[in-house]
Structures are given as structure tokens and as C-alpha cells.
């Protein structure tokens, strides 16, 4: 994996991964990524306590380039939501390979991210309560942090005006505008007069940066579509205003579903102030089975941009898991749950089986299928005279990475022979 | 909170709590339990970077006796499920209280409640994988640690019987019965003695020590009933045959919505052999206002012992988070989603409602009640004309402590005046 500066490389040597943690292989005391990149445990030799979080390096690293270039094309700019991994090591990679900053969802996530040396966060979300905009202004007092946080109120832009000024700093915002029945952002004209009347009143202490919409929580192209015009539409009133102080302001958009629709829109948009176009996915770098897949189907078969790569996105992440029993002729159980895998978007979905004893994994069969998952234990749908046995491996291909990541302090990254080559560290 | 032993106070001394987590107050390094106690923030004056998550220490500690004391009642003991917190100091608190050992789910698991003083497990799964064998292997090797796995297939014991043979090491297993259409789990007599012979091979190294099952799957008490009898009916023939080398023999059942028939049904059990009741609810420790309140509801009504004891589980545990924004007359949306807290068994309820810049929680507005959450944030339906402004905090009831539990590295308990009287860190 790419290392970024003297931080990660001296985390990296330094033995902080406990053994205290699930999904590694053996340890009886804390070791380093290197440590353990060094005892090259292999996966199909049950070097590890499954269940395991795996990411395999080479679709990783396939993924991580083809966003970027798919973003470039349109000569926008990439900030990948790393809420997705809130792991530094896949936000150096990132950055490393042309992002132009991370997304982040609060200010927690800020921190992690500026303690791994991440210099300039979209805080894709309001800044609210006392100890959040302390975590802030904290990190503020570095020249060097670019950070922006969104404003969708008039309320809000008060309490940061007033917490702002009081310490001194200056903070850099996006107004947020927001779909009808949407989530935050501002809905009409007559919240967003409220809401740049009292940007006017803190000027010297809110830089508006420019706008930001959050298109994802509609699943209909015509509806995003006539939301991001719309937005468009929000903006000119704002740069007529006068109301932006960054040039090129900032138009962002484009979660993981509609990136490509955001960018074809917003890099067309023509508005009287230069702008930059910010993307902001997060579920590419390990993309799924699900949800995501489902969504890049749809954009290779509309955007000419994707159908030009001659590659789409790859499934880079799989939780494997060991049948546990098989008590009922058309079921297995198997030791994976709720804790250990998103199950909000589809059921994980078995794509490799590892009998008992081999070190050959195979396609699992195409009617094994999860029916209900527990806490700690999944129903596995089989046919009766499959041949499944207890302690076979299977490895799932997950929908929603999101909540896939945050089951797992460290997952394990494999080359294509199935040896853990390093480990990566999450901060959820 | 209660310690136990001196590891716990060696740890709470030393510096381990990393600023880089969420849900915490204002820190710039790593700080021990005892220094946050000691600094005494404060959640209703904006201490805490919210979501946090908080624990009630009367609570807990109310209902870790109500607990003990119902289990006892029926001359039974209590093993609580460790995986609900996965908190070493809550285990500690449940031993200290009288509980018989710690449930837990995986050979992971079992390692954590080790390190941190337990003694005995009853893992309530099936014991896979060379790697986890390993873990408990090493374990073993304390002659002081009791252990006990459950296996439910010849198979399962071959794989066993062959690696702790191995080993020179002797392992302590359940028999586990399972429920028709359930989870793991021996079904039928066929199934029985083919499991029974195997483990008559392997006698000198697999102990079969009990009977174990796990009725929570069926939310029918007539089908979960039935099932107990069906046990009960088996572990006689189990008996008979002579199999059972432990005095008591364990009889075991019980997640945290059944304890009640299984303690009624175990405890007047007629076995041709002594027999120890062993219950393992794990949810109690938080309790909840979702599935668990619902079962509670049924205990309480049905059960003489819970009747007589004149008070029953409160909800300990609530999620702290601000309202983001106010976008539409009927909507707020809250910094706190799927990341936060479980969503698997019906949404958080709002609870407790405190005005931006008051000191005061009131309960919330009984119509005001969640309808989605996505990654990080939940939609808040209200009635247009409420009194709810971008800085409130709102708490948050829960329901399915385990997802809830399993999204915090560390939880904030306070005492009666909200103020942070210790840290809870959590190994998932």
C-alpha cells in the first residue's frame, strides 16, 4: 500500500495493532502493519481468526484510479467521502493519487483525518455545539488546514458567528441547498434571503465558500436532475448577490450513486464566478454488490465518460466467515452477523467457497443465498446434497461498505495470492 | 462504577483513551479514565462531542441486580452475554454482582474477557477455524480458566477432538439443541447419536459437561416452550446414555426475552443426573425501550417472581445528539445515524428534549419520533410550530442494546446530574 509522509510510515513501524482485535491471525501481543505484513498469514491456510474484513489490494488500487480519472474528465475535483473507510491509510492513498481533499461527516472525523495529516476536509455536514466547533477552531489555528463546513440556517450561521468571532478565527462555509422532503439544506428563496442576510452580518467572520447539495437520497435520475438545476439556479442568485468570497467558488455535489450525473451537470453549469466542481463519492474504493453496483450499471450504460474506460468499478472488500453447522438439509449456519457486516442494503451475498482442507477457493454456487442475519450468525440458504461442511470457508461480497468498514477496527489487505500484505486501521 | 482486580485499576490510571474517538469531551492527547472522571464534564452544559453515547450509572446498576436477584430466585445462575457490551468493566460489574461466569460469542471474544480477568466462559457457539481454535488453545493452558463451547456435529467434534488431541489439552464442551427452522443446533435423534458417538471417541479430550440452547429465535411462547420441553425430553436420553462427565451436569438456555420460561422450565427440570441452570441473558445490563421493553412487558405480567419484585428494568442507555437543522415546518434532522446507534429493531425514540442554551431535560414531545436514518443523520418528524431550534440536544431511547453498543469505542456514564463520572471502553 502507498504510505503518506513520516506519519504513517512511523504509525506503520510502531506495535500499536492489539491482539485484543478480531480478524487478525496469531498474535499474543501488540504488533506493527509491518510486523504483521512481515508473517505473511495466509488466508486460505486459516491463518486467520475468522470472521475477517478483507480488502484486496489490486481492486482497491484499480478502483482508486478509475474515480480519479472518471473525475478528471470532466475537469472536476475529487474529495472522496472518507466517512466511507475513516481509515488514513486508504485517505493517503487517495489524496496520494490526485484527490483534492477528503470529504468528512463530522468533526471528529475532521480530527481523525488532520491527525493523519489530511490538510484540507469538506465537512459535509453543519458544524453544531460547543465541543464540536472547539475540535474545529483547535485545528483552525494551523495555517496551513483548509477546512469548510455547510450553513442551511440562519440560526446556525449565528451560533458559528458568534463562537467564531469570539476565538478569533475565520471560517470557511458552503451553503447548503436541499431537496423538498430532502434532508438538511435550504428549500426556497425565502430561507436562503434569511439565511445570506445573516451571513452579511458575520462577513468578517464567515467566508462563503460557495454551495453544496447532497443529491443521493433520491433514487430517481429525473428528480436529481431537476434538483441539481435548481441548485444551479440557487447559485446564480447567490454569486449575483455578491454574497461568495473564494474564487473559483466551490459548487459540490455527488455522492456515490449520481457522480456521474453531478459532474456532467455542475462542470456545464455557466455561473457569472468562477468555479471549481468538488465530488465527493466514498463507497468507489471498495464499491459492492449492491446498492453501488446497481448504481454503476446505470452509469455505464449512460455516461459516455464510463463506457470510454473500458473498466468499471470492482467489488474490493469481502468478509470471510467459516460454516459453523449445517443442521437442516437446505441450511447452513455460518459465523458472521450483524457485527460484522452491513446488512441494511441487502444481505452480504457468498461469492467464494474454500472447503474444508483446500486452498483453492471456488465460485459458491449461484442459489446460495444469506436468509436472515443475527448478531453473530448468518442463515445460509442451500440445496439439499450441496457438499458444505463445518469449517468450510465462504467469503461474501457485502452491499454498503459504509456500514461494512465500521464493524472493524483493522482489515486486512491481500495480495492476489490471499497473503495479508498490511493492515489498515480504522477511526470510527 | 464497581472495579475488579488490578488490572482494571492499573488501566483506568494510565492514559489509553485517545482523543481520536468519538462522543468525548474536550481532550488534545490521551487520557485515563480516572482524568476524565476527574475533570467532570458536564452533557448538559456541551461538554461532550455529541452523538455520545451514555450510560446511567443508578440504572445500571439497578438493573444488574434486579437481574441477579430474579436468576437467583429460581436457584439458577448467571452467565449475563459479554457480547452485548463487550466492556470489560460492565463484566467486572456482573461478576462482582454474582454472576457464574461470562457468556461469549466467538474465541475472539473470549480472549478479550480473559485479558481482562474473567475466568469463566461459556461461549455460546461453535468453536471453528485452526485460528480460533489456537486462541482458546493458549487460553487453556491456565489450568484456572474455565471454558465451555458448544458443538452440535460429529463433524465439528472430529475437527476438535483432532486439534486439542493435538494439543495435549482437554476441552469442555455443551451439546447444543436446536429450535426447527432456527439456528444451530442438534434437531432429531439421528442427528444425536451420530454427534454422541463421535464424542465417545474423542472422550479423553472433549468433555461433555451439559445441554445448551438458545430459544430467542422464536417470539411464540408456546413454540418456545415446546422447544424447552423437547430439550429436556433429549438431554434425558443424553443422560441415560451416560454421556454427561460433569457434576452438575450445565443446563443452559436463554437470551434476554425468554429468561423467565427457561428459568421456570430448567429449574424444575427432573434430570436423572445434578444439573446447574445456566441463563445468559445479555441485554438486561442496558435494557431497552424496543423488543426487550416488549418482552419485559410479557415477563412481568406472567411471571410471579418478576411481579413480586415491585420494580423491573429501566433503559440505561440513551444516545446524545444536536439537531442539525429545522429544513421543513414538520422536519429536523439529527446529527446521529446508522453509525450511532441500532436501527435493526425498530428506530431510537426521542426521550429527552434540551433547548439550546438551557440546562434543562425535558421529555420530548411524545409525537415527535424518528422515521429514517442514513449513515450519519436522522430525520425528526414534528408538529409544525414546535419549539426545536439547531443546537438543541436531544436524547435518544434505544432499541437493541448489541447494535448499539458495538458503534462506541468508549461510553460516557454519568451520574444523576449528567456529569461524566467514568469511561466504558468497548472491544468489538
Same mark, same amino acid.
Given at each position: 500500500?502507498?504510505?503518506?509522509?513520516?506519519?504513517?510510515?512511523?504509525?506503520?513501524?510502531?506495535?500499536?495493532?492489539?491482539?485484543?482485535?478480531?480478524?487478525?491471525?496469531?498474535?499474543?501481543?501488540?504488533?506493527?502493519?509491518?510486523?504483521?505484513?512481515?508473517?505473511?498469514?495466509?488466508?486460505?491456510?486459516?491463518?486467520?481468526?475468522?470472521?475477517?474484513?478483507?480488502?484486496?489490494?489490486?481492486?482497491?488500487?484499480?478502483?482508486?484510479?478509475?474515480?480519479?480519472?472518471?473525475?478528471?474528465?470532466?475537469?472536476?475535483?475529487?474529495?472522496?467521502?472518507?466517512?466511507?473507510?475513516?481509515?488514513?491509510?486508504?485517505?493517503?492513498?487517495?489524496?496520494?493519487?490526485?484527490?483534492?481533499?477528503?470529504?468528512?461527516?463530522?468533526?471528529?472525523?475532521?480530527?481523525?483525518?488532520?491527525?493523519?495529516?489530511?490538510?484540507?476536509?469538506?465537512?459535509?455536514?453543519?458544524?453544531?455545539?460547543?465541543?464540536?466547533?472547539?475540535?474545529?477552531?483547535?485545528?483552525?489555528?494551523?495555517?496551513?488546514?483548509?477546512?469548510?463546513?455547510?450553513?442551511?440556517?440562519? *440560526?446556525?450561521?449565528?451560533?458559528?458567528?458568534?463562537?467564531?468571532?469570539?476565538?478569533?478565527?475565520?471560517?470557511?462555509?458552503?451553503? *447548503?441547498?436541499?431537496?423538498?422532503?430532502?434532508?438538511?439544506?435550504?428549500?426556497?428563496?425565502?430561507?436562503?434571503?434569511?439565511?445570506? *442576510?445573516?451571513?452579511?452580518?458575520?462577513?468578517?467572520?464567515?467566508?462563503?465558500?460557495?454551495?453544496?447539495?447532497?443529491?443521493?437520497?433520491?433514487?430517481?435520475?429525473?428528480?436529481?436532475?431537476?434538483?441539481?438545476?435548481?441548485?444551479?439556479?440557487?447559485?446564480?442568485?447567490?454569486?449575483?448577490?455578491?454574497?461568495?468570497?473564494?474564487?473559483?467558488?466551490?459548487?459540490?455535489?455527488?455522492?456515490?450513486?449520481?457522480?456521474?450525473?453531478?459532474?456532467?451537470?455542475?462542470?456545464?453549469?455557466?455561473?457569472?464566478?468562477?468555479?471549481?466542481?468538488?465530488?465527493?463519492?466514498?463507497?468507489?474504493?471498495?464499491?459492492?454488490?449492491?446498492?453501488?453496483?446497481?448504481?454503476?450499471?446505470?452509469?455505464?450504460?449512460?455516461?459516455?465518460?464510463?463506457?470510454?474506460?473500458?473498466?468499471?468499478?470492482?467489488?474490493?472488500?469481502?468478509?470471510?466467515?467459516?460454516v459453523?453447522?449445517v443442521?437442516?438439509p437446505?441450511?447452513a449456519?455460518?459465523?458472521?452477523?450483524?457485527?460484522?457486516?452491513?446488512?441494511?442494503?441487502?444481505?452480504?451475498?457468498?461469492?467464494?467457497h474454500v472447503p474444508q482442507g483446500s486452498?483453492?477457493?471456488c465460485?459458491a454456487p449461484?442459489?446460495w443465498?444469506?436468509?436472515?442475519?443475527?448478531?453473530?450468525?448468518?442463515?445460509?440458504?442451500i440445496a439439499a446434497g450441496d457438499s458444505i461442511h463445518v469449517?468450510d470457508?465462504?467469503?461474501?461480497?457485502?452491499?454498503?461498505?459504509?456500514?461494512?468498514?465500521?464493524?472493524?477496527?483493522?482489515?486486512?489487505?491481500?495480495?492476489?495470492?490471499?497473503?495479508?500484505?498490511?493492515?489498515?486501521?480504522?477511526?470510527?
Amino acid at each position: 500500500m502507498n504510505k503518506q509522509g513520516p506519519c504513517e510510515e512511523v504509525c506503520d513501524s510502531l506495535p500499536t495493532i492489539s491482539h485484543l482485535n478480531k480478524g487478525l491471525g496469531p498474535m499474543d501481543r501488540p504488533m506493527s502493519a509491518e510486523q504483521i505484513a512481515a508473517e505473511r498469514w495466509n488466508l486460505l491456510a486459516d491463518d486467520l481468526s475468522l470472521p475477517a474484513a478483507v480488502l484486496y489490494e489490486d481492486k482497491l488500487k484499480h478502483n482508486l484510479h478509475w474515480m480519479q480519472r472518471f473525475i478528471e474528465s470532466y475537469g472536476a475535483r475529487l474529495a472522496p467521502h472518507g466517512k466511507t473507510t475513516m481509515a488514513p491509510k486508504l485517505l493517503a492513498m487517495q489524496l496520494q493519487a490526485g484527490a483534492w481533499g477528503i470529504t468528512m461527516a463530522t468533526a471528529h472525523q475532521t480530527r481523525v483525518a488532520y491527525a493523519h495529516g489530511v490538510r484540507r476536509v469538506l465537512m459535509a455536514n453543519q458544524l453544531v455545539g460547543r465541543e464540536n466547533m472547539e475540535t474545529i477552531a483547535a485545528l483552525l489555528r494551523d495555517p496551513e488546514f483548509d477546512y469548510f463546513c455547510l450553513v442551511d440556517s440562519a *440560526e446556525n450561521a449565528n451560533q458559528l458567528g458568534r463562537f467564531f468571532q469570539a476565538k478569533g478565527l475565520r471560517l470557511q462555509v458552503l451553503l *447548503e441547498l436541499g431537496m423538498q422532503d430532502g434532508r438538511t439544506g435550504v428549500r426556497n428563496t425565502a430561507q436562503l434571503a434569511e439565511l445570506l *442576510e445573516e451571513l452579511s452580518r458575520w462577513k468578517e467572520v464567515i467566508v462563503l465558500c460557495g454551495v453544496e447539495v447532497y443529491e443521493g437520497i433520491s433514487q430517481d435520475e429525473d428528480v436529481v436532475r431537476g434538483f441539481l438545476q435548481w441548485a444551479l439556479d440557487m447559485a446564480k442568485i447567490i454569486v449575483a448577490r455578491g454574497a461568495i468570497t473564494r474564487t473559483p467558488m466551490i459548487l459540490s455535489g455527488a455522492g456515490s450513486a449520481w457522480f456521474d450525473v453531478v459532474a456532467e451537470l455542475f462542470s456545464s453549469a455557466q455561473l457569472e464566478h468562477p468555479a471549481e466542481v468538488v465530488l465527493r463519492p466514498g463507497c468507489y474504493l471498495t464499491h459492492d454488490v449492491g446498492a453501488y453496483k446497481s448504481a454503476l450499471l446505470r452509469i455505464v450504460e449512460n455516461n459516455p465518460v464510463a463506457r470510454g474506460m473500458k473498466s468499471t468499478l470492482q467489488p474490493a472488500m469481502q468478509i470471510w466467515a467459516y460454516v459453523h453447522s449445517v443442521p437442516e438439509p437446505t441450511k447452513a449456519i455460518v459465523g458472521m452477523g450483524k457485527r460484522d457486516a452491513a446488512f441494511d442494503s441487502g444481505l452480504p451475498t457468498p461469492a467464494l467457497h474454500v472447503p474444508q482442507g483446500s486452498a483453492l477457493p471456488c465460485a459458491a454456487p449461484a442459489h446460495w443465498r444469506l436468509t436472515r442475519m443475527m448478531d453473530q450468525h448468518a442463515y445460509l440458504e442451500i440445496a439439499a446434497g450441496d457438499s458444505i461442511h463445518v469449517g468450510d470457508k465462504i467469503a461474501f461480497d457485502i452491499s454498503h461498505p459504509c456500514l461494512t468498514f465500521d464493524k472493524w477496527r483493522y482489515l486486512m489487505v491481500v495480495d492476489e495470492d490471499y497473503i495479508v500484505i498490511d493492515v489498515v486501521e480504522t477511526f470510527f
